[in-house]
């Protein structure tokens, strides 16, 4: 049964978005290698395109591009002399009779996390190896989510790989006492997926939603893999009260900015079950940075307006986010609350204490925030070259629509 072009070139992208993942994890548990499964995975769905149209869309997709890839990953190791050698080493990625059952650990996804998350790799190795092998995006997004370059990243890959291959790191969970050494990683990991998904420059027409809806699957598997573990909760309830603001994020391609956004569309079910969530691991009295970025995102899910936003207890938590898990970045949202709790001046003051120190060079939220509170301040010439100095270095084209329309206000 033949199917159209179109419809075929739409089944191949939904599956691509659906289960490279899965295919490229399976294909590294059968194969041990990260190459190799990446290339046949590849293979597969541009055989797809090719004998979809003639043969007619699978029921299940993602079974046949798994058996596709699986098959041509045997054919090149038969071919390949060390391919027989490769294939009697598999035993070394064998599950550990010390990891959890199957049942527990519902996909090779998890495993892939864990793989890629061991401590022998350096720690931006092990999220950007991730990114690319599970989440299938580009060497050029992983780049740009680590505001660095794309052939620097791109040796970051390869240098991962080739320590995995030469180290022989096992494709498994580990044991649950050495599951805290791989968390922080995994943590990152999930949650810049979830970002990747949830930022709508690169997601116009939604499609890359179900990448915030499988890390927020996974979420909720860490935290029955670890049940008296609260950061597992606090990084589940960071992102369940990000999604419940997704709809109201941008307008139009424009971006809207949290105290504009319309409060009557959020979701308040993922709302009420982040907050238990963070509740729960609150209780467990072992503060962390996820349930701190959590707390903060509370204080405005559930403030009722935005002038309701309690601004001290924010700049409060912000100040124990830069405690725990110091980052510029951190420190550039701390000023915006001391601006909101204590006055623009009080703001400014760190804002400018920032950008003398030179940490956050070339980041366009930078002059953005300089601009806003300026603005805020009355001061508008100097707002207007702030907001033009953003304007320069925006990434995304809902965020220069929004400077541009600041300008156009000023």
């Known amino acids: 049964m033949t199917a159209p072009d179109d419809q075929v070139r739409a089944a191949v992208d939904a599956a691509y978005r659906d289960e490279w993942g899965q295919v490229v994890a399976t294909l590294i548990g059968s194969t041990g290698d990260w190459d190799l499964a990446e290339e ?36 090149r190791l038969r071919r390949d002399a060390a391919g027989a050698a490769k294939l009697r080493q598999l035993a070394v990625l064998a599950r550990d009779p010390g990891t959890p059952p ?7 996804r998890l495993r892939l996390i864990f793989t890629c ?19 299938g995006l580009s060497t050029a997004e992983i780049a740009r989510a680590f505001l660095t370059a794309e052939p620097a990243m791109a040796q970051r890959l390869v240098r991962a790989k080739r320590k ?13 006492g050495l599951l805290p050494q791989r968390l922080a990683a995994v943590f990152a990991v999930l949650y810049l997926i979830f970002n990747q998904g949830y930022d709508e420059e690169y997601d116009p027409q939604g499609a890359r939603r179900d ?9 909720r598997v860490l935290v029955r893999l670890m049940p008296h573990e609260p950061e597992p909760r606090g990084l589940l309830a960071l992102m369940l009260l990000h999604e419940a603001r997704r709809a109201t994020r941008t307008d139009d391609g424009v971006l809207v900015t949290l105290e504009k956004q319309d409060r009557s569309r959020w979701d308040r079910a993922l709302i009420t079950e982040g907050v238990a969530a963070l509740d729960e691991a609150l209780a467990m009295r072992r503060a962390g940075p996820y ?76 002059p953005a925030t300089r601009a806003d509170l300026l603005r805020r301040a009355g001061r508008t ?30």
């Open 40 to 75: 046949c995975a590849q293979d597969a769905f541009a055989t797809a395109l090719e004998t979809w149209p003639r043969d007619g869309i699978p029921r299940r997709p993602g079974a046949w591009l798994t058996t596709t890839a699986r098959n041509r990953a045997t054919d």
């Open 102 to 108: 199957v049942d527990e650990i519902p996909d090779e």
């Open 117 to 135: 998350c061991h401590p022998a790799l350096p720690f931006p190795a092990r999220v950007a190896l991730t990114l690319r092998t599970l989440a």
């Open 164 to 176: 995995i291959r030469e180290a022989g790191i096992p494709y498994r969970v580990p044991p649950a």
């Open 211 to 219: 990448l915030t809806a499988e890390a927020i699957r996974l979420a």
């Open 291 to 366: 349930q701190l970025q959590a707390a903060i995102a509370a204080c405005h899910a559930t403030a009722p307006d935005a002038a309701s936003t309690d601004w001290p207890q924010i700049a409060g938590l912000y100040a124990d986010l830069a405690t725990l898990a110091p980052s510029p970045v951190v420190d550039l949202n701390r000023a915006v609350a001391v601006a909101m709790a204590d006055g623009i001046p009080a703001g400014l003051a760190l804002v400018d204490e920032l950008a003398a120190s030179g940490r956050l060079e070339g980041y366009h939220l930078l």
């Open 381 to 410: 010439a100097e707002a207007k070259a702030e907001y033009e100095a953003a304007l320069k270095l925006a990434p995304t084209e809902a965020e220069r629509h929004y400077l541009t329309g600041r300008l156009e206000e000023l």
